[in-house]
């Protein structure tokens, strides 16, 4: 290398560490001095979600751009994306909802995530070619990783140094990062240094090696899914439809193999998988992609035909659907036969560009999801779909924004007797936070449990007096267990018997809960006041404290005595010695 060249190379790595630390010093102002001086919300985060948004997408492209392209590029890309997270913080009251409680931040990144490669390749005239963007990306992603744990090894060595001088009563390193803005100079001029030095590098710091790290991936992935499939006849479905959480997993998976199909395929036929077992193992993994996401999609609608829809379930339909296009695209590829690999390629890209766009629709009031749940909601609720107990009132207070308090004021000016719960609830959401209300609503859903057993009750001594909230302490897991059989089943009803066994006498109570087949479980109330303290299964007489079904019908029956205990105990003086084993 001449000189002029290393002149050069110092020139560009001096550029960008100056330009990394001019990041640096930006998000020093934005996270230390404009929250205390700007008192708009709304234009702090349009400022900082362009500031940010600029320097993270002109890093990016100054990888494969001129500083004037880059520089173009950076500013249009990020001034629209943080204009349409401006636009679309309007929709909330409080703004650390809109970035808390919503996927806007997400869509926002998504923007400049799946921009920033076509950004490049559409600077250098060639907007849709599938090698450009993908090496493109793939090498914006590793650039970054490398630069970052360049970031992470610089902060170590620089604490272990400050470390080292302390030893022979040097502060200077100490005192320097506790100056602001030093801090958010040194790294973002680490970062800047980091991400010139792997541009120069790119031969070896390349997508090459992550990329084929990940094709080793894929047959596990193709024996998971396949294995899955296979056992989804024998394992039956009902822990499978309805469930958000199986959604979720099903639809992380897709998106797992989708990526790994992509880096399989690498950016031609001539980079991609040569053995034909793995094109064999590439193929089928595309097909049963359509399983997945059809099974995903189906859970997700039944979760929504069950409680309606909310913004996460109106993400998550999004993204399956975006999934099950994939799917169906990779599918339609793989039956066609000759040119698979490059109508899969092609699809990517369409794929890419319809993230892209939905992404930004999110932000604009053609996909207001928090306004399209409040409707729903409301219609459930009006139609009597839903109860006002299961009504979602914490969220319209506080997580559907706008639409939200407008749809409260309209259901506070419904009829006040008729609605009284409701009305209760919306008032409740109010005025406590998340967990307080929840927690007095499951206080209040334990304690009907809890009174709906008495009733239900068989008790011995035969006229014994019951109070409705004897089982208040009992514990929801259990409260729950009984309801579903003693308050279901009158058949074999459950059996509570009082009687003086408590010490000296005192009375407490056992409970017997009968079994589906057989016998009967044995519960102790702990504590001779009303209501117990709480209850204990009686295992002294079984390690399950299960009561044989002969045993439960005496009881049923009153069949039962009350006598001495069959075993002796310690006594010193005045004190009884027993055991409760």
């Not at 502060?171 to 970062?191: C, K, R, S």
Request: aromatic share 10%; with cysteine; glycine share 8%.
């Amino acid at each position: 290398m001449s000189s002029q060249d290393t002149d050069r190379e110092a020139q560009r790595h001096l550029a960008m560490a100056l330009l990394g630390a001019a990041a640096g010093f930006a998000m020093w102002v934005l996270v230390d001095v404009l929250p205390d001086t700007l008192d708009n919300a709304r234009l702090l985060l349009w400022i900082a979600s362009a500031t940010i948004g600029f320097f993270v997408v002109l890093f990016a492209l100054l990888g494969g751009l001129r500083w004037q392209l880059a520089l173009a590029g950076a500013a249009v890309l990020s001034l629209t994306d943080a204009a349409l997270l401006y636009w679309s913080s309007g929709r909330f009251v409080e703004l650390g909802t809109a970035l808390e409680d919503s996927a806007l931040p997400y869509a926002w990144a998504m923007v400049l995530f799946i921009g920033a490669p076509f950004a490049t390749a559409l600077l250098k005239g060639r907007p849709t070619e599938y090698a450009l963007l993908f090496e493109t990306a793939w090498t914006i992603v590793v650039r970054y990783v490398a630069a970052w744990i360049f970031v992470g090894i610089f902060w170590g060595l620089l604490f272990l140094s400050d470390e080292l001088l302390e030893i022979v009563g040097l502060t200077i390193i100490g005192d320097l990062i506790d100056e602001e803005p030093v801090p958010y100079l040194l790294t973002g001029t680490a970062l800047g240094l980091a991400l010139s030095v792997a541009q120069d590098l790119k031969a070896y710091v390349s997508p090459y090696l992550p990329l084929r790290l990940l094709r080793l991936l894929l047959p596990m992935v193709l024996v998971v899914v396949s294995v899955f499939i296979l056992a989804l006849p024998a394992r039956g479905l009902s822990g499978l439809f309805g469930s958000f959480s199986a959604a979720a997993i099903m639809m992380s998976v897709a998106i797992a193999a989708i990526t790994l199909i992509t880096s399989a395929l690498d950016r031609s036929d001539g980079d991609g998988v040569q053995s034909r077992w793995m094109h064999h193992a590439v193929r089928l993994l595309g097909l049963l992609l359509t399983i997945l996401a059809g099974l995903a999609i189906w859970a997700i609608s039944l979760r929504v035909l069950q409680y309606g829809w909310t913004p996460h379930r109106c993400a998550a339909a999004l993204v399956a659907g975006l999934v099950l296009i994939y799917a169906l695209l990779y599918g339609a590829a793989i039956l066609r036969g000759s040119g698979w690999r490059q109508w899969i390629r092609q699809a990517n890209v369409g794929m890419a560009l319809l993230t892209l766009g939905l992404a930004a629709l999110w932000m604009t009031p053609l996909l207001n999801v928090q306004k399209l749940s409040v409707d729903d909601q409301m219609a459930r609720y009006l139609s009597g779909q839903v109860t006002a107990e299961d009504f979602p009132a914490w969220e319209f207070t506080h997580d559907y924004g706008i639409a939200g308090h407008q749809a409260v004021a309209a259901l506070k000016a419904l009829d006040a007797e008729e609605h009284a719960v409701l009305h209760a609830r919306l008032d409740r959401a109010t005025t406590e936070n998340r967990w307080e209300f929840r927690q007095n609503q499951r206080n209040e859903s334990v304690r009907e449990i809890a009174e709906a057993l008495p009733p239900a009750m068989k008790v011995w001594p035969e006229g014994r007096d019951l109070p409705v909230d004897y089982f208040t302490n009992a514990g929801r897991h259990w409260l729950e267990e009984w309801s579903e059989t003693c308050v279901a089943d009158s058949v074999r009803p459950c059996v509570l018997v009082f009687g003086p066994f408590g010490r000296q006498g005192a009375e407490i109570a056992y409970l017997f809960v009968p079994e589906a087949e057989s016998g009967a479980t044995t519960y102790r109330a702990v504590g001779d006041q009303s209501p117990p303290q709480y209850f204990q299964k009686e295992n002294r007489f079984s390690q399950d404290a299960l009561l044989s079904e002969e045993a439960y019908a005496m009881v049923v029956t009153g069949g039962y005595r009350i006598g001495p205990a069959s075993r002796k105990s310690l006594w010193l003086g005045e004190i009884e010695v027993t055991s409760d084993n």
